[in-house]
């Protein structure tokens, strides 16, 4: 299959380093302490955060820091796929690891030590990259949450298809069976949280490759740190400080 025409357009219409249309919303889960939905193209991901509050189970309570959790799943609609994914399926369950490891990478735990975080997330509409999506859906919700971090952790993928490095993979592209490259960046720290490759690449194309996904990333903070100032503008008017 011709993932890349002669006219350098991808299946969607899109060039090889061009991402998908980015959306987002703060505050979508009214008794969460934050939330955000996060949307890439046409996956569509929501993500609420609860805390810092007390530790539900005393044995995990950590002295010198927050304890952080993380729950991920994927609605039964989100597919199309008939099939019933069960609770805590091994993907699940990996995805929910990778996503508090990440998100660990930039809270700072040790300001809010014998606490606990929970973040749930979940998939309304898979097209790819969806843990990407996740990762920033969850960036959004800690940051309206108030959760003290580092930096905003940002996430996005990276392929090879047909000879051509392509930025931000839709579900057909990722299926595709070629060379796929998750990062998550911390951007102003210029340090990097996450790194998932599921094929192997020569050197020189994986750096090519990683290069665009972290742009991809960068494309995404610039997007996240737009919509935080909106939200700021929009609660200063709503207190009376605005013209």
Do not use: W
Not at 70 to 92: I, Q, V
Not at 98 to 121: F, K
Not at 128 to 146: K, V
């Amino acid at each position: 299959m011709e993932y890349v025409n002669p006219e350098g357009l991808r299946l969607d219409g899109r060039r090889p380093m061009e991402m998908r249309q980015l959306r987002a919303e703060i505050g979508v889960v009214s008794r969460a302490d934050g939330s955000a939905s996060f949307e890439m193209g046409n996956t569509k991901v929501i993500a609420a955060v609860y805390g810092p509050r007390e530790v539900q189970n005393r044995s995990q309570q950590m002295n010198d820091q927050a304890l952080v959790r993380c729950e991920y799943s994927m609605a039964n609609f989100s597919t199309g796929d008939r099939r019933r994914k069960t609770k805590g399926d091994r993907r699940s369950t990996e995805i929910s690891l990778v996503i508090r490891q990440t998100m660990e990478a930039c809270i700072l735990t040790h300001l809010m030590p014998r606490s606990q975080i929970d973040i749930y997330v979940q998939v309304l509409q898979a097209d790819g990259g969806t843990r990407s999506a996740c990762i920033n859906a969850a960036t959004l919700a800690l940051a309206d949450a108030g959760i003290p971090m580092r930096d905003l952790v940002t996430s996005c993928s990276a392929g090879y298809l047909n000879s051509t490095p392509l930025l931000d993979l839709n579900y057909l592209e990722d299926s595709a069976g070629g060379a796929d490259v998750t990062v998550g960046i911390l951007p102003k720290l210029d340090k990097v949280t996450l790194l998932q490759m599921d094929a192997k690449l020569p050197m020189d194309i994986f750096e090519n490759v990683m290069q665009l996904a972290v742009e991809g990333c960068k494309a995404v903070e610039s997007h996240i740190r737009e919509i935080l100032l909106e939200n700021a503008q929009t609660l200063v008017i709503r207190q009376g400080y605005g013209s």
